[in-house]
């Protein structure tokens, strides 16, 4: 929950700011871990359907207003969160911090500016209160019910004290007795399953809400770079990568550096991109090579920067520059590297965006000089993953939460190959999967010629996955004739 004191004084200089949302939950539309973008608004200007930051018993609470009436200059408005939690009684203007516009969740955002987005609030409000009124009309005809039981077995009681009744009492007790204790186990039974009708009713919601961002709202690159850079640059993701550093290159890796990489001469120039906090740089460095690291992380890189410092003894050299891999690689010098490599990195980009990249990547690579990659193979898995958590079938690219190396992998047949522990630390990237042959003809139309496609099964690095997996890797080669 926010400092709310820090958020008046951020909305002072700034008009929109960001944080995370942990407080009250506002049923289908918010949800606790919901990135929430708050806007500063002018008295006067917020509206029934709003849904408002405002301070609450010294906390900071979002909830939708139900309708404003103008009590006082500064106005007063009803607000309720959706399913009827929270508050329902009058928030004056002057508690409200700002008005909500856009709400990012895992698996997308949805920006209530938007007709679109407006639409999805609407009825995501109307559906979520017509469920609540279903429940409380469950739940109060179980109470009716057991009232009219209890009632009944009153009755009973006496009528045993009178004769002519008394032989049909047992039987009727026992009927009586039968009835009242099925209604009482039923209504036991419904609070406790509350929770899991909610999730039954929030299934549709969850698809509107996807159908809508994906199909009406879309993404920008822009957007979608921001949100990953913002939470893939956090601490706990950078130190999460640097226990991976003593692991050194895994059997792929292997395989290709002894094939094509120490074969060939030693004190090499190697490009690494997407190098993170310098796994494979340093583990290229200690073979002897010349290693300049690119990431768009500034915290990897500072990290990375750190470890050189640490590992200057190296037969090789390691250095790391902050850089966005889908600009033309400014600083780079044409034809300086003799090796350029792309570990667990490709499918992180758009086609269009990958093409261009591969084009840049020829450039700064000598005439002769080799491209290694690899990436997951496991493409079946992103739609067992998709269709597990959300029921749905998405394009070929699409935004997901990136938990995919530590939470599950699934094997060529689709089955579960491998559980792990889930990792929310980087939050949503877009993913791109692509076979052989796409890749193929992608590298040949940059430039290049391909030398190696193929797939291995390994252990991956995650410690928590202890079967293996299948990865594609590819090598291929700037021609020396090349125009």
């Known amino acids: 929950m926010y400092e709310v004191e820090l958020l008046k004084k951020q909305l002072l200089f700034e ?3 960001e944080g995370e949302y942990s407080g009250k939950c506002m049923g289908f539309l918010l949800e606790a871990g919901d990135t929430l973008t708050i806007q500063r608004t002018p008295p006067g200007t917020l509206r029934p359907g709003d849904i408002l930051a405002f301070e609450q018993n010294n906390g900071l609470y979002a909830h939708r207003i139900i309708y404003r009436t103008c009590l006082s200059r500064n106005g007063t408005m009803r607000t309720k969160g959706d399913m009827a939690l929270g508050f329902d009684k009058p928030v004056s203007e002057s508690m409200v911090i700002g008005r909500v516009i856009r709400i990012e969740k895992k698996w997308g955002f949805l920006d209530l500016t938007s007709p679109s987005g407006k639409m999805v609030s609407y009825l995501t409000g109307v559906y979520s209160y017509l469920v609540y009124l279903i429940a409380r009309l469950a739940v109060g005809t179980f109470v009716f019910m057991l009232g009219g039981l209890s009632l009944s077995r009153r009755v009973v009681d006496i009528a045993a004290r009178m004769k002519p009744v008394r032989l049909a009492l047992p039987a009727i007790s ?11 186990c039923g209504f036991l039974a419904f609070h406790r399953a509350e929770p899991c009708i909610y999730m039954v009713f929030e299934l549709p919601v969850k698809f509107l809400m996807i159908f809508t961002t994906y199909y009406f709202c879309g993404r920008t690159d822009r957007e979608i770079k921001l949100s990953t850079l913002k939470n893939y640059d956090k601490m706990t993701t950078v130190e999460g990568q640097v226990m991976w550093i003593e692991k050194g290159l895994n059997e792929v890796e292997r395989y290709m550096a002894n094939k094509y990489l120490l074969s060939g001469k030693t004190g090499a120039n190697v490009l690494v991109l997407g190098c993170g906090a310098g796994r494979e740089s340093f583990a290229l460095a200690k073979e002897g090579f010349s290693v ?25 050299k390691a250095e790391f520059r902050v850089m966005d891999l889908e600009k033309l690689l400014p600083g780079i010098s044409p034809e300086s590297f003799d090796y350029a490599v792309m570990f667990d990195t490709i499918m992180f980009f758009r086609r269009e965006n990958r093409m261009n990249l591969f084009k840049q990547i020829r450039n700064t690579v000598r005439p002769g000089g080799k491209l290694l990659l690899w990436d997951y193979h496991e493409s079946r898995y992103f739609f067992y993953l998709l269709l597990k958590k959300y029921g749905i079938f998405l394009p070929k690219t699409f935004v997901l939460p990136v938990d995919f190396f530590a939470r599950a992998f699934v094997d060529t047949a689709g089955h579960l190959a491998g559980r792990g522990v889930r990792d929310r630390s980087i939050g949503n990237i877009i993913v791109h999967q692509y076979t052989h042959s796409e890749l193929k003809k992608e590298i040949e ?11 291995k099964r390994i252990f991956p690095l995650v410690d928590d996955i202890k079967e293996k997996v299948r990865m594609d890797y590819c090598v291929a080669v700037r021609p020396v004739d090349y125009e």
């Open 15 to 17: 008009n929109k700011i």
């Open 445 to 455: 139309a940059a430039g290049w010629k391909t030398v190696e496609i193929g797939s």
């Open 174 to 184: 026992v009927i009586n007795k039968a009835l009242h204790r099925l209604f009482q």
């Open 292 to 316: 300049t690291g690119l990431d768009n992380s500034p915290n990897m890189i500072k990290r990375a920067s750190e470890l050189a410092l640490r590992y200057n003894n190296l037969p090789g």
